[in-house]
């Protein structure tokens, strides 16, 4: 069975639906969470994300706080507004949904989590925080979100060091015995990484491997949304710098 990853999707309908057009011939799917937030279409997005085949899909900040569940205080103004106005568009029905996700799973020989596995939200952006996850890892991979950067952690199983690889145009990873992996499939509906092509993933069990690729996708659609919906300019802005 082949895996498509797509994580931080953060209400972008349209990027959302440029990658699952790229993932047409997956067998299911790993979501590391905010399906909701930022974006002016989180109610389809939910349900599109509901919707595909043999789904494992843990809970995001965003995807909590839009229920009410995470506290908003850790947010800046801009997220804040956002996440604010994303509940109010959001269905009793989603928001069960998104309640009902998982912090974090285990499928297909990988761990999934938002953050880290050391603390759910923590986000992982150096060797050191890296360390901490792998020290909590049972398996010999893990999947995760919340950067929104497209990279990995590799640390070897013998002597403990640690490297961090970026992935910003995209790019394969062989998974090697000896070896523990923490990668970040970047996200979806905001980059992050100078890149704004949305981020995705290809992981394959049985070849051992993870590919990660990028897609543009219609931004400008996007922003007039966001213009519409009244949501921050500068959320909107952004997203044409990859930042």
């Keep these: 069975m082949v895996y498509g990853l797509i ?3 953060h209400g972008s309908l349209e990027a959302l639906e440029a990658v699952l057009a790229e993932l047409s011939g997956v067998d299911a799917f790993i979501c590391p969470g905010d399906i909701v937030g930022y974006g002016p279409d989180p109610g389809a997005c939910v349900e599109r994300v509901r919707e595909l085949p043999n789904l494992t899909c843990v809970a995001g900040n965003h995807d909590l706080a839009a229920v009410g569940d995470y506290n908003v205080k850790s947010f800046n103004l801009y997220a804040g507004q956002a996440i604010e106005w994303t509940g109010r568009q959001l269905s009793a029905e989603q928001k069960t949904y998104l309640s009902s996700l998982r912090r974090a799973d285990h499928v297909a020989d990988a761990e999934v989590v938002h953050g880290s596995l050391a603390e759910q939200m923590a986000y992982i952006t150096d060797v050191g925080e890296a360390t901490e996850c792998f020290d909590e890892m049972q398996s010999q991979l893990c999947f995760i ?43 979806v509906g905001q980059p992050r990484d100078r890149n704004p092509a949305a981020a995705f993933g290809i992981y394959d069990p049985e070849a051992r491997t993870v590919e990660v690729r990028r897609i543009e996708y219609d931004i400008a659609r996007v922003q007039e949304k966001m213009q519409r919906a009244g949501l921050p300019a500068d959320l909107a802005d952004r997203l044409a710098r990859g930042r």
Aim: aromatic letters at 6%.
């Design 7 to 9: 994580s931080d999707i």
């Design 145 to 187: 979100g919340h950067t929104h950067v497209a990279e990995y952690y590799r640390r070897s199983d013998d002597t403990g060091s640690c490297e961090q690889v970026p992935l910003l145009s995209g790019g394969g990873i062989k998974l090697e015995a000896g070896m523990s992996y923490i990668i970040n499939p970047g996200a």
